[in-house]
């Protein structure tokens, strides 16, 4: 018996078909549906509001109560100077004098103009007393008839008359070269330069022989000494325009000098200006800050614990909660199993907490952790976390 003839790419293909059949009858084998995949789960916390009662660490620098650059009033030349940088003065205590020669002859012509005018003013009281007595005998004589004549009795009066009004153009004159005499004085005790208040010498400008002189004149861009108070500073702090409310003028809040380092000094609010910068949106406070042994110095900059009050509740959420990216600020809140993106305004931060603002609302679930990762509408499930405290 002849064997059949099996061409050889034949059983290759018989071979692929026998498996092609058992696989096919082994899939059908297998259950139709695999078990779904759960959602991810999200640790979430609710939103809580709450009134803001914290602190805002803000820097802040000293300066003098009160700082002037002392001028001279009157144009001269330094004689003496009897303080340095570092002087405590009181106030009135004579820190230099100046010497001006042509105000002393000034002086002389002035008093010499004085006693001229009150010598007129005698003769003209003299000449009306006399005239003022010859017309009142004239006039006691006139009375017997023919004694004196009417014509003379009346030149008389006109003498008396014109004699007053001459005294009191005298009297006038004496009155204005006295005020020019008085004022020449006045000018002189301006060439004492005289502390304006309590303080010390910071800065001494001028040295014996330079000139000085007041604002307009010779030497008038040169002031003489610097003096500032020691005693008593004004704290400024540019407090930012959204933690100003709530905070009223006598408020006592505390701060920290550098140079004193684990001490804690407070002062109170003395004056809120009212008034944001425009550049940097803060609002200048000063706090009047007493110092009786003068331990702090004026310029150094201090770290203000600013108190932040909020007269109505607001929201707040995790700090961890925020989310950034380079379009948006927001938190991922979840409902109904459904993730979504609240853009907000962050707040001042407390504690663990940060302040937000957006379309949020008392109650709502968001994602302890935001991120961008969390894509919207992703269906989640919720794990909810401790409260924020």
């Given at each position: 018996?002849?064997?059949?003839?099996?061409?050889?790419?034949v059983r290759p293909l018989v071979v692929s078909l026998v498996l092609t059949v058992a696989g096919c009858g082994q899939s059908r084998s297998e259950p139709q549906g695999a078990a779904p995949v759960p959602p991810p789960q999200i640790e979430a916390v609710t939103v809580t509001a709450r009134m803001l009662k914290t602190t805002l660490a803000l820097p802040a620098e000293l300066?003098?109560?009160?700082?002037?650059?002392?001028?001279?009033r009157e144009t001269g030349f330094v004689k003496?100077?009897?303080?340095?940088?570092?002087?405590?003065?009181?106030?009135?205590?004579?820190?230099?004098?100046?010497?001006?020669?042509e105000l002393v002859a000034q002086r002389a012509q002035a008093s010499a103009a004085y006693q001229s005018a009150e010598s007129q003013l005698?003769?003209?009281?003299?000449?009306?007393?006399?005239d003022r007595a010859t017309y009142e005998r004239m006039r006691e004589a006139a009375k017997v008839p023919g004694v004196v004549a009417g014509n003379d009795l009346e030149v008389a009066q006109k003498a008396a008359e014109s004699d007053e009004a001459n005294v009191v153009a005298l009297q006038k004159t004496a009155e204005a070269a006295q005020e020019g005499l008085r004022a020449i004085t006045q000018l002189e005790s301006y060439l004492k330069i005289t502390a304006p208040f309590d303080g010390l010498v910071t800065t001494r400008y001028v040295h014996p022989g330079a000139l000085v002189g007041p604002s307009g004149g010779p030497g008038a861009m040169t002031p003489i000494v610097r003096v500032q108070t020691i005693t008593r500073d004004r704290l400024v702090v540019?407090?930012?325009?959204?933690?100003?409310?709530?905070?009223?003028?006598?408020?006592?809040?505390?701060?920290?000098?550098p140079s004193f380092p684990g001490r804690t000094f407070q002062a109170p609010i003395a004056r809120i200006s009212r008034e944001v910068d425009t550049k940097t949106r803060t609002m200048p406070v000063e706090l009047d800050v007493r110092d009786p042994r003068g331990e702090l110095d004026p310029g150094t900059f201090c770290e203000v614990d600013w108190p932040i009050r909020r007269?109505?509740?607001?929201?707040?959420?995790?700090?961890?909660?925020?989310?950034?990216?380079?379009q948006r600020t927001f938190v991922v809140r979840i409902r109904g199993n459904k993730t979504e993106w609240v853009d907000i305004k962050t707040g001042v931060r407390a504690g663990d907490a940060i302040e937000v603002f957006g379309s949020l609302q008392d109650g709502d679930v968001v994602a302890v952790r935001g991120t961008d990762q969390i894509r919207p509408a992703t269906e989640v499930r919720v794990k909810q976390a401790k409260p924020i405290a």
């Open positions: 018996m002849v064997a059949p003839v099996t061409h050889p790419i300066t003098p109560y009160e700082v002037v650059d002392v001028f001279a003496s100077i009897a303080v340095d940088r570092g002087s405590r003065v009181k106030q009135g205590d004579v820190m230099a004098e100046l010497e001006a020669p005698a003769s003209g009281q003299a000449k009306l007393a006399a540019p407090v930012p325009e959204n933690d100003i409310a709530g905070v009223p003028e006598g408020t006592v809040v505390s701060f920290t000098v007269t109505y509740p607001t929201l707040f959420v995790p700090v961890s909660s925020v989310a950034n990216n380079l």
